[in-house]
């Protein structure tokens, strides 16, 4: 049997050009130059084989370490084509989350906890798993990997890797123990090793069958209001307002709960000023690369400025969820939940680990609103009504969750016209990075936040 390592080594040249085909791979942006193996781990022996693999992907100098689970098999199960990664040595390798044969070790491992190689396995304490439960891959897959077993349990594979304890992993255990309402609660977790580091690589949660996401709600109602005759949000069967604003309410539950739990800070001058720079910085860098936005860049650094201006003392600090959006939100039986506290998948890992003011998950909120209503008029010939009622909806569930989010959160220490200033410099800069992130992976969809941005620069709002 052939060394996985050297297998690795010898499925380098396949690898190169399968990563950047999937929807995971985070570096779109450059080509690879080289793939080479940190760790390899052999789960499952023999004909089939599961191996654990932590490669580090080189693109011109930027290296990155990602998971893959690979599988090797004479006889390949059928799955999907981009799942084939080469003939590794005498056995066929693919990418084998999507293979319920070998998934299932994964499970059993964190039921029964233990060490294989450098992985470690647990499951949180006082939880029992069961076994035996066969995985199936979300279709929905985004930025990770996630693996449904047997309709109860759901765990996330952690694609692009980095040092320490996953931030998801952190804040979903400090919630759990503060017992919050609004998170699927996490069961288990698998921890590997990087530059000799503890690095979480794995997360197990309750999977939540009858959830629906909001992101698919918003966009029902949407879609409601402009097939109807109404001709306002307020009077279309599908009005999304009352969710919109029990969202709000349990948003601010959740980052009540987190500054309970993990603690909050004011910020100083200094924080204020590494913030306006970290925006014009990010606003540089995506003007270089779009050039619509750059006719923007005047107005959107003004926004930023005026930062400097807002009472520093005034603005808590916390940990947040990073990257709220409605596709991060489930609509379940029981109230709302928020899922994938991991922060911005493209920003650093320090930025995502650091406290920040929980007005960029208010301000990521609304931008969603707006996106969902807007990512209607993609590709449709210009309707003047139509655009009204996007327009409508989006101001709408943007008031409504706010307000949902204001009343539940009266202790905010935040003057009104600090917060006005705050938010909307965190909605300017959350829509520069969704102009980076549309440009690198959906451009049809570059006009719904360029359009935010115009519409905001000609003083609308
Ligand atoms: N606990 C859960 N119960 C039901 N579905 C879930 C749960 N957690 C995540 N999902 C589904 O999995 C999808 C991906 O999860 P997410 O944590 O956002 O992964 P990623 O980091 O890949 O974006 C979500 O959009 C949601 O549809
Ligand atoms: O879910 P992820 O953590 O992978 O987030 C990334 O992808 C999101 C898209 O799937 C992207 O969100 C943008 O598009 C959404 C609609 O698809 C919209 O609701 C969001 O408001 C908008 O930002 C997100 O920015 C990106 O980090």
Redesign the pocket.
Same mark, same amino acid.
């Given at each position: 049997m052939i060394d996985p390592r050297v297998l690795v080594e010898e499925l380098a040249t396949d690898l190169k050009h399968w990563l950047p085909e999937q929807r995971w791979f985070a570096g779109k942006d450059r080509p690879v130059t080289t793939v080479r193996p940190l760790g390899v781990t052999e789960l499952v022996e023999g004909d089939p084989q599961l191996l654990h693999v932590v490669v580090e992907v080189d693109q011109d100098g930027r290296r990155e370490p990602y998971q893959l689970l690979v599988g090797r098999r004479t006889h390949p199960p059928e799955i999907a084509s981009t799942s084939w990664i080469g003939a590794g040595g005498e056995l066929n390798a693919y990418e084998a989350s999507g293979d319920a044969d070998l998934t299932s070790v994964l499970l059993e491992l964190m039921a029964r906890g233990g060490q294989v190689g450098t992985l470690s396995f647990e499951h949180e304490a006082g939880v029992e798993l069961d076994t035996g439960l066969r995985a199936r891959p979300i279709t929905s897959e985004? &930025?990770n990997t996630s693996l449904v077993y047997g309709g109860q349990y759901i765990l996330k594979l952690f694609r692009k890797l980095s040092p320490g304890e996953n931030k998801d992993l952190v804040l979903h255990r400090a919630l759990q123990k503060i017992g919050s309402k609004h998170i699927a609660q996490p069961l288990g977790s698998i921890t590997g090793e990087l530059d000799g580091e503890p690095a979480t690589v794995g997360m197990l949660q309750r999977f939540v069958p009858d959830a629906v996401d909001g992101?698919a709600m918003a966009t029902t109602s949407v879609r409601d209001l402009m097939a109807s005759q109404d001709r306002h949000a307020e009077e279309a069967g599908g009005d999304f307002a009352g969710e919109a604003e029990r969202l709000g309410r349990a948003v601010a539950e959740v980052h009540a709960d987190l500054a309970k739990a993990l603690g909050s800070e004011a910020a100083d001058a200094a924080e204020l000023e590494r913030t306006v720079r970290a925006m014009v910085a990010r606003l540089e860098t995506v003007a270089g690369q779009v050039p619509e936005l750059a006719e923007h860049a005047p107005m959107l650094r003004a926004a930023f400025e005026k930062l400097r201006g807002v009472s520093a003392d005034a603005v808590p600090m916390q940990y947040i969820h990073g =990257?709220l959006?409605?596709?991060?939100v489930l609509r379940t039986v029981n109230g709302w939940l928020l899922i =994938?506290f991991e922060g %911005?998948?493209a920003a650093p890992v320090e930025e995502r680990q650091a406290l920040r003011s929980p007005l960029r998950d208010v301000a990521g909120m609304l931008? &969603?609103f707006d996106?969902?209503a807007q990512q209607m008029l993609v590709g449709q010939p210009d309707d003047v009504e139509l655009e009204q009622q996007a327009a409508e909806w989006a101001a709408r569930n943007r008031a409504a969750f706010y307000k949902g989010y204001a009343v539940a959160r009266e202790d905010t220490s935040v003057s009104p016209g600090d917060q006005d200033e705050l938010l909307r410099a965190f909605e300017l800069d959350k829509a520069i *990075? %969704?102009v980076a *992130?549309e440009y690198a992976n959906r451009p049809d969809w570059l006009g719904v936040p360029l359009a935010s941005i115009a519409r905001i620069a000609q003083g609308e709002a």
């Amino acid at each position: 049997m052939i060394d996985p390592r050297v297998l690795v080594e010898e499925l380098a040249t396949d690898l190169k050009h399968w990563l950047p085909e999937q929807r995971w791979f985070a570096g779109k942006d450059r080509p690879v130059t080289t793939v080479r193996p940190l760790g390899v781990t052999e789960l499952v022996e023999g004909d089939p084989q599961l191996l654990h693999v932590v490669v580090e992907v080189d693109q011109d100098g930027r290296r990155e370490p990602y998971q893959l689970l690979v599988g090797r098999r004479t006889h390949p199960p059928e799955i999907a084509s981009t799942s084939w990664i080469g003939a590794g040595g005498e056995l066929n390798a693919y990418e084998a989350s999507g293979d319920a044969d070998l998934t299932s070790v994964l499970l059993e491992l964190m039921a029964r906890g233990g060490q294989v190689g450098t992985l470690s396995f647990e499951h949180e304490a006082g939880v029992e798993l069961d076994t035996g439960l066969r995985a199936r891959p979300i279709t929905s897959e985004q &930025s990770n990997t996630s693996l449904v077993y047997g309709g109860q349990y759901i765990l996330k594979l952690f694609r692009k890797l980095s040092p320490g304890e996953n931030k998801d992993l952190v804040l979903h255990r400090a919630l759990q123990k503060i017992g919050s309402k609004h998170i699927a609660q996490p069961l288990g977790s698998i921890t590997g090793e990087l530059d000799g580091e503890p690095a979480t690589v794995g997360m197990l949660q309750r999977f939540v069958p009858d959830a629906v996401d909001g992101w698919a709600m918003a966009t029902t109602s949407v879609r409601d209001l402009m097939a109807s005759q109404d001709r306002h949000a307020e009077e279309a069967g599908g009005d999304f307002a009352g969710e919109a604003e029990r969202l709000g309410r349990a948003v601010a539950e959740v980052h009540a709960d987190l500054a309970k739990a993990l603690g909050s800070e004011a910020a100083d001058a200094a924080e204020l000023e590494r913030t306006v720079r970290a925006m014009v910085a990010r606003l540089e860098t995506v003007a270089g690369q779009v050039p619509e936005l750059a006719e923007h860049a005047p107005m959107l650094r003004a926004a930023f400025e005026k930062l400097r201006g807002v009472s520093a003392d005034a603005v808590p600090m916390q940990y947040i969820h990073g =990257d709220l959006h409605l596709g991060q939100v489930l609509r379940t039986v029981n109230g709302w939940l928020l899922i =994938d506290f991991e922060g %911005e998948p493209a920003a650093p890992v320090e930025e995502r680990q650091a406290l920040r003011s929980p007005l960029r998950d208010v301000a990521g909120m609304l931008r &969603s609103f707006d996106y969902a209503a807007q990512q209607m008029l993609v590709g449709q010939p210009d309707d003047v009504e139509l655009e009204q009622q996007a327009a409508e909806w989006a101001a709408r569930n943007r008031a409504a969750f706010y307000k949902g989010y204001a009343v539940a959160r009266e202790d905010t220490s935040v003057s009104p016209g600090d917060q006005d200033e705050l938010l909307r410099a965190f909605e300017l800069d959350k829509a520069i *990075y %969704e102009v980076a *992130y549309e440009y690198a992976n959906r451009p049809d969809w570059l006009g719904v936040p360029l359009a935010s941005i115009a519409r905001i620069a000609q003083g609308e709002a």
